[in-house]
């Protein structure tokens, strides 16, 4: 039996994970509901779904109980709002990036879960379904780098224009969206990192505001940050380098993994730094290295493959590709960075959580309004490629 799911959302990722459907590509779910508060955007889903039933509210789609689980995808703030709707209406919940927009709106989704075992709790971080990625968590796990020394992760290619900023009334405000870059494009960028090196202890950020476009939240980003071990990293990220970069590069005591548009590379040291710098009788000598390109399992499944491991999941307890408790790990970092900027200091993790939220709810109070429109977009392009 299909999987009956509720999107809750029908603007642009939500258009791609019904036609995802729709093609076939996840076999054993049956999109039978869909929410959206726009008129055009209803019309638009009863025309490619004819046979399931339309809503305004995504709180009146759950509470007609007339799906399995639900697709939420809707802006950040409305998140935990709505998987705990769906939690005690006994539905599972596939939430998207972001969990939300502060950690401790996240908390009270995450204790409501908890209150519900029987049900699946999924997160949409379908960047962790890239084989590059998956690859690079394997060898991690497994040592082949020895201890982490330092991680530089550029990543310049969310490329939007003024046009993708004005498509929407809640993007790129502080009220509606709650951040910018951070929060929209790098939520994935900033699992990966936590998921592949561990959260750092300590961050150091400045965060631009409206600098390369009529925003008031961030689109230019660099960040600093230290790990338990004393490793040490730097993030960069904006939404206005043409063509932009996309390289992470993680170094350990035993060499070098490269991500980039040309794949995945492995700098393998034939002795581990830390023994040849203590007992090395040449003073300019490195120690030997081989340039190896490693080979992954090609597969890239993206959305797709996140929902059909939630499927496979409620069906069979399969494994997910990420437990929705998880996303407020990459949201830690993204808030302390917000935090750093924002007062100008190293700021430690886990951060003071309560004074976060009470200077983004100054930002909130004077966030701009801004007349809202009817754009979707779409987003195939912005997601999938090489190590995006």
């Given amino acids: 039996m299909k999987l009956r799911l509720g999107i809750i959302g029908a603007g642009n990722i939500a258009s791609a994970h019904i036609q995802n459907v729709l093609d076939g590509k996840c076999p054993n779910i049956e999109i039978v509901a869909v929410a959206d508060r726009k008129e055009s955007r209803r019309q638009w889903a009863a025309e490619k779904l004819p046979d399931a039933r339309i809503f305004t509210e995504g709180s009146d789609l759950i509470a007609a109980k007339c799906c399995d689980a639900v697709l939420i995808a809707v802006?950040?703030?409305?998140?935990?709002?709505?998987?705990?709707?769906?939690?005690?209406?006994?539905?599972?919940?596939?939430?998207?990036?972001?969990?939300?927009?502060?950690?401790?709106?996240?908390?009270?989704?995450?204790?409501?879960?908890?209150?519900?075992?029987?049900?699946?709790?999924?997160?949409?971080?379908?960047?962790?379904?890239?084989?590059?990625?998956?690859?690079?968590?394997?060898?991690l796990d497994a040592g082949e780098l020895g201890e982490l020394k330092r991680v530089n992760w550029i990543v310049t290619d969310w490329y939007r224009t003024q046009f993708y900023y004005d498509s929407g009334a809640w993007r790129a405000t502080w009220a509606g969206e709650g951040g910018g870059v951070l929060l929209n494009q790098c939520p994935h960028q900033l699992d990966l990192l936590q998921w592949l090196c561990g959260l750092p202890m300590r961050v150091h950020s400045f965060c631009h505001e409206g600098k390369w476009h009529d925003i008031e939240v961030e689109d230019d980003v660099t960040a600093y940050m230290?790990?338990?071990?004393?490793?040490?990293?730097?993030?960069?990220?904006?939404?206005?380098?043409?063509?932009?970069?996309?390289?992470?590069?993680?170094?350990?005591?035993?060499?070098?993994?490269?991500?980039?548009?040309?794949?995945?590379?492995?700098?393998?040291?034939?002795e581990d730094e830390r023994i040849w710098c203590a007992t090395c009788k040449e003073g300019f000598e490195k120690p030997g290295c081989e340039r190896v390109e490693v080979e992954t399992d090609g597969e890239n499944p993206q959305h797709a493959g996140v929902l059909n491991a939630f499927a496979a999941h409620i069906q069979t307890g399969a494994p997910l590709v990420a437990d929705g408790r998880e996303g407020i790990n990459g949201l830690m970092l993204s808030n302390a960075i917000h935090l750093s900027s924002w007062l100008g200091e190293t700021v430690t993790l886990p951060i003071d959580e309560k004074k976060f939220l009470n200077l983004l709810n100054e930002r909130r109070a004077h966030s701009r309004l801004k007349e809202d429109t009817d754009v979707v977009m779409d987003t195939a392009s912005s997601y999938g490629g090489g190590a995006k």
């Fill in 75 to 139: 802006p950040h703030y409305q998140h935990p709002t709505l998987a705990i709707e769906a939690f005690r209406a006994g539905q599972h919940v596939m939430c998207e990036k972001p969990a939300g927009v502060y950690t401790l709106q996240v908390r009270e989704m995450i204790a409501e879960a908890d209150k519900h075992p029987e049900l699946t709790f999924g997160m949409m971080f379908n960047q962790r379904t890239n084989c590059v990625y998956r690859k690079m968590k394997e060898m």
């Fill in 226 to 270: 230290e790990f338990a071990n004393g490793a040490t990293g730097v993030f960069i990220t904006t939404t206005a380098d043409a063509p932009g970069t996309n390289r992470l590069e993680i170094t350990g005591t035993k060499g070098r993994l490269i991500c980039d548009e040309n794949g995945l590379t492995y700098d393998r040291l034939k």
